[in-house]
């Protein structure tokens, strides 16, 4: 299932094409050609969070998204997702990738397409 990120953003793109060598059966598409619907993807959320659909059709958004991409991903990726999701760990990866949202046009490749 798909990992989804904003193609519009230089930031997410670069990130994405990173994800995409990284986490090796999970497939990472651009959110403009996805049936959000058809997915169950809540498309005012997926325009602020980065959304995953996992096998169960289960959807995460933000640092939780990306954590569950990990877990999915397999072994060693999985015990770092796992990480992501433990009790304080996962209110720190919150806030951590909120702030990176908030920002994502002041990092690399960012533009003012990329602005929240």
């Known amino acids: 299932m798909p990992l989804l990120y904003d193609a519009n953003c230089g930031f997410c793109t670069r990130a994405a094409r990173l994800g995409a060598r990284v986490l090796r059966g999970v497939g990472v598409r651009p959110l403009q050609d996805a049936d959000l ?16 659909v996992a096998p169960d059709s289960s959807v995460s ?21 796992r ?21 994502r046009h002041r990092l690399p490749g960012g533009s003012g397409a990329c602005r929240p």
């Open 61 to 81: 958004y933000g640092s939780d998204a990306i954590a569950h991409a990990l877990v999915d991903a397999g072994l060693p990726l999985a015990l770092a997702g």
């Open 83 to 103: 990480v992501l999701l433990a009790p304080g760990i996962r209110q720190f990866a919150h806030g951590v990738y909120h702030l990176v949202a908030r920002y």
């Open 37 to 52: 619907a058809a997915l169950g993807v809540d498309p005012a959320r997926a325009q602020a969070q980065l959304p995953y």
